[in-house]
């Protein structure tokens, strides 16, 4: 069952910019960096009084989070829900007729966790995942 909102996402073009922005705003140290090779991306977790914001910048030019920053620039990529059972979520929600990007959860590798995302027409135009607890 989904429980809670995990984080919001945001795609940016310059993740050391966006980062020192928001530490600057909210008083927060400035998160390190992942860097995962595979999926061509930089990462980084702020957590804000509970609150989490993930902040996500593609190497290329192409992808998912490069042709999101073309059409809207930087901005709230997804919304993170956690869940107790996602595989059963998984599959409620596609009843309901919602379609994700893969047949099964895969392992984050921000926070390690099985995820699975929607496709970008689940809230009207905004994708959201779903993570284990």
């Known amino acids: 069952m989904i429980k809670k909102i995990g984080h919001i996402g945001f795609a940016v073009k310059n993740i050391e910019t966006v980062l020192r922005a928001f530490s600057?705003?909210?008083?927060?140290?400035?998160?390190?960096?992942?860097?995962?090779?595979?999926?061509k991306i930089k990462s980084a977790m702020i957590?804000?009084?509970?609150v989490e914001f993930e902040i996500l910048q593609p190497y290329g030019e192409t992808g998912i989070l490069a042709d999101y920053i073309k059409k809207h620039g930087n901005g709230i990529h997804h919304?993170?829900?956690?869940?107790?059972?996602?595989?059963?979520?998984?599959?409620q929600l596609q009843a309901l007729g919602f379609g994700f990007r893969q047949e099964k959860p895969t392992r984050g590798f921000v926070r390690g966790r099985l995820r699975a995302t929607t496709t970008d027409d689940a809230l009207d135009g905004i994708p959201f995942e779903i993570s284990e607890m």
């Open 79 to 91: 919304i993170c829900f956690l869940t107790d059972s996602i595989e059963i979520d998984m599959k």
């Open 24 to 39: 600057k705003a909210l008083n927060v140290p400035i998160p390190d960096i992942k860097d995962n090779e595979q999926m």
């Open 47 to 50: 957590d804000f009084n509970g």
